[in-house]
């Protein structure tokens, strides 16, 4: 299963279960719509946490190789 971290606001944080094309995708869309949530999870926990993209955030996208 396909990992990625996501930095935003200096804090790490995971998706799981999607490429990365796919993510970008996602939020590309999100920020030509005007801004959006993004479900994310925080690192070693399981319920979604949930951060607002609007323009000007910063997100870093960071690709977890498979072991």
């Known amino acids: 299963m396909e990992r990625i971290e996501?930095?935003?606001?200096?804090r790490d944080y995971i998706?799981?279960?999607?490429?990365?094309s796919q993510l970008r995708d996602e939020i590309w869309a999100m920020m030509r719509g005007g801004g959006g949530w993004l479900p994310v999870r925080e690192p070693g926990e399981r319920s979604d946490v949930?951060?607002?993209?609007?323009?000007?955030?910063?997100?870093?996208?960071?690709?977890?190789?498979?072991?």
């Open 6 to 10: 996501v930095t935003y606001g200096g």
């Open 50 to 67: 949930h951060l607002l993209l609007t323009r000007g955030a910063r997100i870093d996208l960071h690709p977890i190789p498979e072991s």
């Open 15 to 20: 998706v799981v279960g999607r490429k990365l």
